[in-house]
């Protein structure tokens, strides 16, 4: 391990994510930026490689790929073994830095994994502020939402204890932060006064409509804003982002539209939810469709270099935002940001942000044919809809932009803690609906 010269009048932060920078991509430079901060980052040795360019004036180190569950662990311990073993890991490597005199004044942490788990003990004079992502449930949310993948009695029983490791961290930390309303309203509620809701944040200074984007396929076809673009992004290709949904629907969306082209962003693989024992969920709703889809009109992008991806949003006619009641992804707020024409699933996450017929359209989950209809009403419009895209880049701008918004609030609730004051609540909450003016519910506090 490099040894560091630690500078005792400094701020002294520590962040650990395990794929560091994660959530923090923003907030860890923001921080290092500060001259009177001295930031230092752990995590997994391996996904480190090659970043400290990406991030001057933060130190990396990296512990080494922590060895996961035993074989013989009951299954619905081995998250939470393997989350004690990488534990003990960050333990380990921030002990070394304890040795050469570094004393932190605040740890930030995602505590997923569990390498927030002994952290306390080791600087328990430090102040440790915990990214509360998702709590889970064995009913009402995710698991059981999609009765294509019913869940078993084994199911909900595993997922309650999944919750092992977030429940240490709520106990263990001195303050909590949570991207959205919704994913923060998961939490017990003993302990909702003491997590602050604050979205990561979306460069709304860089995603920006463009009305002379282009993109050229690899089959040498180029695409402008006046034709009919159809996009889908996820992450992973997999029932989780509704992929399942949205590829049953082109059968219909292909019969009206004849000239719509569609663009999917997105690797085939699977984030979350259930893995198939072979294949990719791609292949499988593939073989599913046979011929009903031309395949000649959908486009499998992969995954983009982030330019491209934005560029294809900035392209988009009308875009697709399709989920299970799980966390909010960024593409959502970055689709708005660049002034797409939003259809989300009505779904809690995308119902905190999409407004139907003011900011975007909503549509049922399952839906095939209300999805069509609603990409038939953006389409059949001569400017498609440009006041609901006008209307989504203004609540992207005055709620979730990064410099105006979000990294103040995060620094407010990091110097707050700093200083030794638990912050109040209220003054560090988002409002509660995107605020549109003349709907109802809209607010201001």
Same mark, same amino acid.
């Given at each position: 391990?490099?040894?560091?010269?630690?500078?005792?009048?400094?701020?002294?932060?520590?962040?650990?994510?395990?794929?560091?920078?994660?959530?923090?991509?923003?907030?860890?430079?923001?921080?290092?930026?500060?001259?009177?901060?001295?930031?230092?980052?752990?995590?997994?040795?391996?996904?480190?490689?090659?970043?400290t360019?990406?991030?001057?004036?933060?130190?990396?180190?990296?512990?080494?790929?922590?060895?996961?569950?035993?074989?013989?662990?009951?299954?619905?311990?081995?998250?939470?073994?393997?989350?004690?073993?990488?534990?003990?890991?960050?333990y380990?490597?921030?002990?070394?830095?304890?040795?050469?005199?570094?004393?932190?004044?605040?740890?930030?942490?995602?505590?997923?994994?569990?390498?927030?788990?002994?952290?306390?003990?080791?600087?328990p004079?430090?102040?440790?502020?915990?990214?509360?992502?998702?709590?889970?449930?064995?009913?009402?949310?995710?698991?059981?939402?999609?009765?294509?993948?019913?869940?078993?009695?084994?199911?909900?029983?595993?997922?309650?204890?999944?919750?092992?490791?977030?429940?240490?961290?709520?106990?263990?930390?001195d303050?909590?932060?949570?991207?959205?309303?919704?994913?923060?309203?998961?939490?017990?509620?003993e302990?909702?006064?003491?997590?602050?809701?604050?979205?990561?944040?979306?460069?709304?200074?860089?995603?920006?409509?463009?009305?002379?984007?282009?993109?050229?396929?690899?089959?040498?076809?180029t695409?402008?804003?006046?034709?009919?673009?159809?996009?889908?992004?996820?992450?992973?290709?997999?029932?989780?982002?509704?992929?399942?949904?949205?590829?049953?629907?082109?059968?219909?969306?292909?019969?009206?539209?004849?000239?719509?082209?569609?663009l999917?962003?997105?690797?085939?693989?699977?984030?979350?939810?259930?893995?198939?024992?072979?294949?990719?969920?791609?292949?499988?709703?593939?073989?599913?469709?046979?011929?009903? #889809?031309? $395949?000649? /009109?959908?486009?499998? *992008?992969? +995954?983009?270099?982030y !330019?491209?991806? %934005?560029?294809?949003?900035?392209?988009?006619?009308?875009?697709?935002?399709?989920?299970?009641?799980?966390?909010?992804?960024?593409?959502?707020?970055?689709?708005?940001?660049?002034?797409?024409?939003?259809?989300?699933s009505?779904?809690?996450?995308?119902?905190?942000?999409?407004?139907?017929?003011?900011?975007?359209?909503?549509?049922?989950?399952?839906?095939?044919?209300?999805?069509?209809?609603?990409?038939?009403?953006v389409?059949?419009?001569?400017?498609?809809?440009?006041?609901?895209?006008?209307?989504?880049?203004?609540?992207?701008?005055?709620?979730?932009d990064?410099?105006? #918004?979000? $990294?103040? /609030?995060?620094?407010? *609730?990091? +110097?707050?803690?700093? !200083?030794?004051? %638990?912050?109040?609540?209220?003054?560090?909450?988002?409002?509660?609906?995107?605020?549109?003016?003349?709907?109802?519910?809209?607010?201001?506090?």
């Open positions: 391990m490099k040894k560091a010269r630690f500078e005792p009048n400094r701020v002294n932060i520590l962040i650990v994510h395990q794929n560091f920078p994660g959530q923090f991509k923003h907030l860890a430079p923001a921080l290092a930026a500060d001259k009177s901060n001295r930031v230092v980052a752990i995590g997994e040795a391996t996904n480190l490689k090659g970043r360019r990406s991030f001057p004036g933060i130190e990396l180190h990296g512990y080494p790929p922590p060895k996961g569950a035993s074989t013989g662990t009951h299954h619905y311990l081995k998250g939470f073994e393997a989350g004690v073993r990488r534990g003990q890991a960050a380990r490597l921030a002990a070394g830095l304890r040795k050469q005199g570094f004393r932190p004044d605040l740890i930030l942490c995602h505590p997923g994994w569990g390498e927030g788990l002994y952290l306390k003990e080791l600087f004079c430090a102040k440790l502020l915990s990214y509360f992502e998702f709590f889970y449930h064995p009913t009402g949310v995710d698991v059981g939402f999609d009765p294509e993948f019913p869940a078993t009695e084994d199911d909900l029983l595993r997922v309650n204890t999944k919750n092992a490791l977030n429940l240490f961290n709520l106990t263990a930390c303050w909590g932060l949570a991207p959205t309303r919704w994913q923060h309203s998961l939490h017990p509620a302990y909702r006064d003491r997590i602050s809701v604050i979205f990561d944040g979306i460069r709304t200074d860089q995603i920006v409509p463009n009305p002379a984007a282009t993109v050229t396929l690899k089959t040498g076809v695409l402008a804003r006046s034709d009919e673009v159809i996009t889908f992004v996820a992450r992973s290709l997999e029932p989780y982002r509704g992929f399942h949904v949205f590829l049953r629907s082109l059968v219909e969306i292909q019969q009206r539209r004849p000239k719509a082209q569609v999917i962003i997105g690797r085939e693989e699977v984030s979350y939810g259930r893995k198939l024992a072979q294949g990719s969920y791609k292949e499988q709703y593939l073989a599913e469709l046979g011929n009903t #889809v031309d $395949l000649g /009109r959908v486009h499998f *992008l992969g +995954n983009l270099p !330019q491209q991806y %934005l560029e294809v949003l900035q392209l988009s006619s009308v875009h697709v935002y399709l989920t299970y009641p799980f966390v909010l992804s960024w593409s959502l707020l970055e689709a708005m940001s660049a002034g797409c024409a939003v259809i989300g009505r779904t809690p996450p995308v119902e905190e942000v999409l407004v139907d017929g003011a900011n975007g359209l909503l549509v049922d989950f399952f839906s095939t044919e209300q999805l069509a209809d609603a990409v038939d009403r389409l059949d419009h001569p400017d498609r809809l440009q006041h609901l895209r006008e209307a989504a880049r203004r609540t992207a701008v005055d709620h979730y990064l410099q105006s #918004v979000c $990294l103040p /609030r995060q620094l407010a *609730l990091i +110097n707050a803690l700093v !200083q030794g004051v %638990l912050p109040s609540k209220p003054s560090l909450m988002f409002p509660s609906s995107p605020g549109i003016p003349g709907l109802p519910g809209s607010g201001t506090s």
